[in-house]
């Protein structure tokens, strides 16, 4: 299988996704925060009346034969909805749109890595010795659920569940023909973290890429330092890296991502020549930021959608006030700091002053856009809708093409933007139809915004763009 990422943009052709599996309607109120969720969610209308549709889109462009035709019976209430459930005999099991839950157990069938990584979740789970040779018993396929729900039929929950495994964009990283894992920051996210390498190095899909397979390792300072000592702290989760060019990357610096990984990640790139262009972009390490795609994705070459706060209107207003400015500097977690290196001149970085900028330069430079650079705004710019759409991620947005996004259905000023700049909104239950009956193509869809219902997605804090792990793209 061929693996190659050299945009946010080119036609999205295979993707790495994992449906919300019973573990995320586990989630008690009281851990739901530990959990990294905000709420606790429910579990049908989050699979069948959200993530489904979001499934049966992606179907529709990555793989159609699966499901061009057969969406009536595919829904009927009778087919109790298998062919979305991974491990059901039913499940469309694509080679496209690829769900995690089946890799694992494909390389859970190995007896040898069954052993393997039993024995580590064992141990970061703390299980007993006695739950270690009851999962040793199961089958494969039991035994992948039981990893990610971490419970199974007829057992008792044995370890907590990883809820977050929807967010694929967070668990690894393809840039170009490489993959980087991820080194998670929350401890709820660690077990996904452990899954996926033992996949990635395992699983016959990835076996031509096992040596291009980038792992970030802990500084022996940090081991030897006390705990706060943060700048040594390694933590890499994907939603902090954009492939934006196949000559450039872009690495957040946040809540999630450390300073120290984004730099070992810098040095790799430039090392094995994978890139010639890291941009370290540092953005206040809040909750509501978590990583630099919650602010802002790409649309089209010429297109991005981004919080206004991050403008250039507002980082002028911040420079010139100078008592802002002095307080700022006094908390450097709230300071946004934009450093771009190339590879022949590390020695000489380019600072931008605002994100605005160096989207327009992405633009402009390395995608050789002529014409206006268009910054969408969320909420339209409008306060308070700008920061309550962003936190329903409104910036977060899955390009299934140049020009064809997915977004959530909830974020009524930003749609309003989106309309001001030249889009059609549609929603998917509108889509689908059209799509099924022939009237609409996805090869023909161009400038839309496709809605999906979220409003138990959006609980869980992480839309579209985190629900997606691309691995294969057409180059634009
Ligand atoms: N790339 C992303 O921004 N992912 C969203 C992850 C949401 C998840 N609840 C988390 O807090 O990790």
Not at 100 to 120: E, F, H, P, R, Y
Not at 331 to 359: A, G, H
Not at 398 to 423: I, M
Request: net charge neutral.
């Amino acid at each position: 299988m061929e693996i190659k990422v050299t945009s946010e943009i080119g036609l999205l052709k295979k993707v790495l996704v994992h449906s919300p599996d019973s573990g995320i309607g586990k989630v008690i109120p009281s851990k739901a925060q530990d959990w990294l969720f905000e709420d606790i969610v429910h579990l049908d209308t989050i699979r069948r009346k959200e993530y489904d549709y979001y499934t049966k889109l992606l179907l529709y462009f990555l793989d159609p034969e699966l499901i061009k035709g057969k969406l009536k019976t595919i829904d009927a209430p009778r087919n109790n909805y298998n062919f979305y459930k991974p491990g059901k005999k039913d499940f469309h099991n694509s080679r496209n749109v690829i769900e995690i839950q089946v890799l694992l157990s494909d390389i859970l069938k190995n007896a040898t890595i069954k052993q393997k990584l039993v024995a580590s979740v064992c141990a970061i789970e703390n299980c007993s010795y006695k739950i270690q040779e009851l999962l040793l018993q199961q089958e494969a396929a039991e035994l992948a659920k039981i990893f990610i729900s971490g419970t199974g039929n007829d057992l008792d929950m044995l370890f907590p569940p990883v809820p977050n495994f929807i967010f694929t964009r967070d668990i690894g990283i393809v840039i170009n023909d490489h993959i980087v894992l991820n080194k998670p920051a929350k401890k709820a996210r660690l077990r996904e973290a452990l899954l996926m390498k033992y996949i990635f190095f395992n699983h016959p899909l990835f076996k031509d890429y096992k040596d291009r397979i980038i792992e970030l390792e802990d500084s022996p300072y940090h081991f030897l330092l006390p705990v706060d000592a943060d700048e040594y702290n390694v933590t890499l989760e994907g939603g902090d890296v954009m492939v934006v060019s196949k000559e450039h990357v872009i690495i957040g610096i946040s809540e999630r991502t450390s300073l120290a990984a984004a730099h070992q990640v810098a040095t790799i790139l430039f090392k094995k020549n994978i890139v010639r262009k890291v941009t370290l972009v540092q953005i206040p390490q809040k909750r509501e930021y978590m990583h630099i795609d919650t602010l802002f994705t790409q649309i089209k070459k010429d297109t991005w959608v981004m919080l206004g706060s991050f403008s250039k209107k507002r980082a002028q207003k911040e420079l010139d006030d100078a008592i802002l400015k002095a307080i700022e500097d006094q908390k450097p977690e709230t300071v946004t700091t934009i450093i771009q290196f190339k590879k022949e001149q590390v020695t000489r970085p380019v600072y931008f002053n605002s994100l605005e900028d160096l989207l327009t330069d992405i633009s402009k430079k390395d995608l050789k856009v002529k014409g206006p650079v268009k910054i969408i705004h969320s909420g339209n710019d409008e306060f308070p809708f700008d920061l309550r759409e962003q936190w329903t991620d409104s910036c977060n947005l899955l390009a299934l093409k140049e020009g064809v996004v997915v977004g959530y259905d909830r974020n009524d000023k930003t749609l309003e933007a989106f309309r001001k700049a030249g889009f059609s909104i549609i929603d998917v239950k509108e889509l689908l139809p059209r799509l099924e009956s022939g009237a609409q193509t996805a090869e023909k869809l161009q400038n839309v915004f496709i809605t999906i219902p979220s409003a138990e997605l959006s609980r869980a804090r992480g839309g579209f763009h985190c629900m997606s792990m691309p691995l294969l793209r057409k180059d634009i």
